[in-house]
């Protein structure tokens, strides 16, 4: 038997886009800083403006305007979430907390393929398991909260304006947010990356722990990958710990009956039928979780093309989303064709081995 390889190449069949959605997502990226910098000019000459003398025109039309667009700020009834700033949504109580904070954290794809240059243009850190929660000092005080907005603790911290008692020099209006993961068994706080720091926001900031800017939301442009070496639980458990015979995932109900992920665009794994909706008293909105039967999951060019899903009932209500397409993936994988460690080495290498080759090239004599 020939040696085991690990520079061989790494290839399966192709059940994601995963790929091109992260060459869209850097597109976008870079899109978005272009127009970021000509609203930053826009509006610096507009300033200019206003401020430079103009004796032919009167002030009355633009200081109306001005007047007119903060007073409609300031007394709008219900801003939506990404118009609150993290001092107004510190106010925030109950279920519109919730769902302000769950929707802050940036959240990484599951491994569902390997990515291009993984050796060349990728970072790898690891990171402790936990729960992943948002850290933000503000107001005198700290507060955690998890995926799904819910509050996880709250507490008196070092951060800046985190306690009542120190950094009095600070300003009263600064605040920190930090996104990090809670280490239940040694009751330890570990940042995964800096978000705020004193008010100063580090959403645009590269760094080189960070490929891509913060960005809310699922991201290709980060992935998650374990095995059995490294976590506890690879496969997903009930709330009873054990691993379920068939897999379970948790799909959001539309309005004509499809079940989609939470993924923008949300993918479609199957739809309901009317009569079957109105019997079981089930809406629009309602997360519903299901049991992947024997059929399994099919896929035709990279896109799924059929899902065998068998109806369990609704889900938890602490849940704020849907499971994402990477992450039924990624556990659909673990059950029938895991991506290995191996994988990742023999993709790396290959990948380095492909640099280094020696091109030919014809000399002119």
């Not at 869209?24 to 870079?30: G, N």
């Not at 929707?103 to 850190?125: C, G, H, N, S, T």
């Not at 093309?305 to 499971?323: I, M, P, Q, T, V």
């Amino acid at each position: 038997m020939a040696p085991h390889d690990l520079r061989r190449p790494f290839k399966r069949p192709a059940i994601s886009d995963q790929q091109r959605r992260r060459e869209l997502s850097l597109q976008r990226q870079a899109q978005n800083r272009r127009d970021a910098q000509q609203h930053a000019r826009c509006l610096a000459s507009t300033l200019l403006y206003l401020q430079s003398p103009h004796p032919e025109s009167t002030s009355e039309p633009e200081v109306e305007v001005e007047v007119e667009v903060e007073l409609e700020t300031e007394t709008e009834p219900e801003a939506s979430a990404s118009e609150i700033d993290i001092r107004q949504a510190s106010k925030l109580k109950g279920s519109q907390a919730r769902k302000w904070f769950a929707r802050q954290l940036m959240l990484p794809e599951w491994m569902i393929d390997v990515p291009d240059q993984l050796a060349q243009d990728w970072y790898v850190f690891a990171r402790p398991a936990g729960k992943r929660c948002f850290v933000v000092s503000t107001n005198g005080t700290t507060v955690s909260r998890l995926r799904n907005g819910s509050r996880l603790h709250h507490f008196p911290s070092a951060l800046p304006n985190g306690a009542r008692n120190r950094d009095a020099s600070g300003s009263a209006q600064s605040y920190s947010i930090l996104d990090c993961i809670f280490h239940e068994s040694d009751q330890t706080y570990y940042v995964v990356d800096m978000v705020c720091w004193r008010g100063y926001s580090l959403y645009e900031c590269t760094a080189e722990f960070r490929h891509a800017h913060y960005q809310t939301g699922n991201t290709p442009l980060a992935l998650v990958w374990k095995d059995e070496n490294c976590s506890q639980y690879v496969i997903d458990t009930d709330s009873k710990g054990q691993i379920p015979s068939q897999q379970q995932v948790v799909l959001e109900l539309q309005d004509n009956g499809s079940l989609t992920t939470s993924d923008d665009p949300p993918v479609v794994f199957g739809c309901l039928d009317g009569g079957f909706m109105q019997k079981s008293g089930l809406c629009s909105g309602n997360l519903l979780r299901f049991a992947i039967s024997n059929g399994g999951l099919s896929f035709a060019d990279g896109k799924l093309e059929k899902a065998d899903l068998h109806y369990l009932g609704k889900s938890n209500r602490a849940r704020a989303f849907a499971d994402s397409y990477s992450k039924v993936m990624f556990q659909y994988m673990a059950r029938h064709s895991p991506i290995r460690y191996d994988d990742l080495i023999g993709s790396i290498s290959s990948s380095i081995d492909q640099e280094n080759k020696p091109s030919d090239v014809q000399m002119d004599d």
